[in-house]
C-alpha cells in the first residue's frame, strides 16, 4: 500500500533557505507560518501547559521569542482540549500572538513509563492527576492538537530511552513509521497546522536510515530528529545527528529535539539543524544558574554576595539591565522573583545565541564564530571537550 500523502501542498514551503555555510552544514533560513516569520536557526521555549514556567507569554514576546512549545499530553488532560478550543485554541487560551509547535505527547512514554503502556493502538496512561486510563492514540493526538491549533503539530512517535538496546528499538521505529502515516490520514488541518515526521531509530544507524529512508517518503512539511540527547554519549549523539541531517531533505526544516546546552546548539547548527527546544534554560535557573558566555553561574554561591556587577554586562535582558548578582543572590535565599529574573535572563541568553549563530551564517563567518564561542566558553583548544572538535571537523570546521 503507497504511503499517504498530507493534503495539497501550500502556496509556499515551510522553509526559505537564506544563507548557507561556504564550509559547513549550517544554514539560516526564515519558517513561514501562520502567526508570523520565525528566523532560525530558532531556539524555542518549552512551555508546556501554555507558559514557560517563571514567565508570562507577553515576557516571553518582548524577549523576541516568536515561537514556543506547548504539550499535548499536558494540555490534553489538564484543562482539556474541549475547554482551550472554545478560548480561541492556544493562542487565545495564553494570549500569545506568535506561533506555537504542540508537541504529541510521546515523549511521555519514557519521561512517564511508570505510568504507561505501549500497543499498536497507542500508549495507555494512568493519569498522574486522577489515575483514569487514558488512550493516546495517533488519531487522538492529532485530534487534540488540531483543537489547541499550534501552528506546528508533531506525529505521535513510540519512543524510547536513547540507551534502550535490543528489540524494542527497532520496533519503536518501525511503529512511528506506521503512526506517522495514522497521523498524516487524521490531520483535519494540514495547511493551517504543518505535520512534522520524527525520525526514530536509537543510535543505530541502520534502523536510523531505515527510518529516514521510509519517513522521506512521505510529503510532510518538516521532520524532527528524536530519540537523542537523553543521556546517550556525546560522540554517538552527533554522529546520529550527522547521520540524520545528511540524509534529510534540504528544502524543509529540520527539528533536533530536546537539546538546549549552548555547546550542543553551536555543534548542531554546524551538523545542519535549524530548530531546538528543550526545558534547560528554564529549568537551570529555578536550581539558581545563569547562563554566561563562559558557562554558567550559580547565584546562590557566596562569592556573588557582594558582586553588584550585572550577570553578563554585555546582555541587554532586563534582568541584567535593572539587577546585580549581589541583589539575585539575596533574593535566591527566600524569593522567588529571583527564578523568575533567572529565567529571563536564561531565555533571553539562548535567544541571542541563536540571533548571533545567524548573523554570522549570513555574513559567511560562521566558521570564526564557532572558534570564538569555543575560545570563550573553553579557553584554550584542549579545554574543548574531544566529541565537538571531532564533530566539527566532521563538517570542515577546525578550531585551531
Sequence with gaps: MAAPRAAGPGPAPLLRVVAEC???????????????????????????RGTAKGVTAA?????GCR??????????????????????????FMDWPHNLLTDSGGFQMVSLV?????????????????????????????????????????????????????PRVEEAMHRSVRWLDRCIAANRRPEQQKLFAIIQGGLDPALRTKCLEEMTRRDVPGFAIGGLSGGEEKDRFWRMVKLSTDRLPRD??????????????????????????????TRTARFGSALVPWGSLQLKN????????????????????????AYLHALLRSETAALHHLTIHNIAYQLNLMGSIRES???????????????????????????VGEALAAVGITLD
Excluded at 23 to 47: D, I, K, N, Q
Excluded at 59 to 63: D, G, P, S, T, Y
Design 22 to 48: 561556504g564550509r559547513s552544514r549550517a544554514r539560516a533560513g526564515e519558517l513561514r507560518l501562520p502567526h508570523g516569520p520565525v528566523p532560525c536557526p530558532v531556539f524555542m521555549p518549552v512551555g508546556t
Design 59 to 63: 515576557q516571553l514576546a518582548a524577549l
Design 67 to 92: 515561537i514556543c512549545l506547548g504539550n499535548t499530553y499536558h494540555l490534553g488532560t489538564r484543562p482539556g482540549p474541549e475547554l482551550v478550543q472554545r478560548a480561541g485554541g492556544l493562542h487565545g
Design 114 to 166: 511508570e505510568l504507561s503502556e505501549v500497543t499498536e493502538e497507542g500508549v495507555r496512561f494512568r493519569s498522574p492527576y486522577g489515575g483514569e486510563e487514558i488512550l493516546l492514540s495517533p488519531e487522538k493526538s492529532i485530534e487534540i492538537q488540531n483543537a489547541l491549533g499550534a501552528d506546528i503539530v508533531m506525529q505521535l512517535d513510540d519512543v524510547v530511552s536513547s540507551t534502550t538496546t535490543g
Design 252 to 281: 524543509k526544516p529540520r527539528y533536533l529535539m530536546g537539546v538546549g546546552y549552548a555547546t550542543d546548539l553551536v555543534v548542531c547548527v554546524a551538523l545542519g539543524c535549524d530548530m531546538f527546544d528543550c526545558v534547560f534554560p
Design 302 to 325: 557566596k562569592q556573588f554576595a557582594k558582586d553588584f556587577r550585572p550577570i553578563d554586562e554585555n546582555c541587554g535582558c532586563p534582568t541584567c539591565q535593572r539587577h546585580s548578582r
Design 361 to 387: 551564517i549570513l555574513a559567511q563567518r560562521f566558521p570564526e564564530f564557532v572558534r570564538e564561542f569555543m575560545s570563550t566558553m573553553y579557553g584554550a583548544r584542549e579545554g574543548v571537550p574531544a566529541w
